[in-house]
């Protein structure tokens, strides 16, 4: 719960969506959580502002991150509303949109070849010359509970009990966010992660 008010300072609740033709389809009830919303266009806002704020409040002015794209784009943005600057390494082919968010943004790229470097040890090597902390993309607790805020949202949002949450993954932290979250009210909510077919 203490990660709410530092995601909600920049990224207020995303709304709850019904589509009656899926409810027929299950013959139940189906809710959708609209994280396209947000104003970075995904979830990954919520984890950069949790960790972000905390670093920036022991006295970080800067961060580094990696990224293929959004995790990239929610800590350019959350650096920008906290006044810090941003290092994001992302691979030479990453989108060419998603480069440009970060940019408008005012992130600062650094390019990685995914085939021949490490792009861990590249955000290692900015580092070590720039003494910046990493915000990493999901596998970092204070990462998790920004994610988990999603699943606080959904609990106040949806007043009865949840039967089973599909929560896309990718890395996992917003599943685990969201399951440790859900799980806290309703211990029986089945958690079922997903991806795209063949990934």
Known sequence: DAALPRVHRYAPATPILRLPLLDALIKGRVILK???????????????????TQMFC?????????S?????????????????TATIVVPHDA?????ARIRHL??????YDR????????????????FAPLVKPYDDWQTI????????????????TI?????????GGLAAGIGVYLKSRYPETRIVTAEPEGW
């Open 145 to 160: 509970a920004g994610q988990g805020t999603c699943g606080a949202e959904v609990i106040e949002q949806v007043p009865e």
């Open 34 to 52: 609209a994280e396209c919303a947000q104003a970075t266009g995904s979830f990954k806002i919520r984890g950069a502002l949790n960790v972000m």
């Open 163 to 171: 039967d089973a949450a599909i929560i896309c993954t990718g890395g």
């Open 58 to 66: 022991e006295g970080a002015d800067r961060v580094i991150a990696f």
């Open 115 to 130: 085939l021949s470097e490490d792009r861990e040890q590249v955000a290692s090597a900015l580092q070590d010359k720039s």
């Open 95 to 99: 989108p060419e949109a998603k480069i």
């Open 68 to 84: 293929s794209g959004n995790h990239g784009i929610g800590v350019a943005y959350a650096a920008r509303c906290l006044g810090m």
């Open 106 to 111: 005012g992130g600062d790229i650094v390019s």
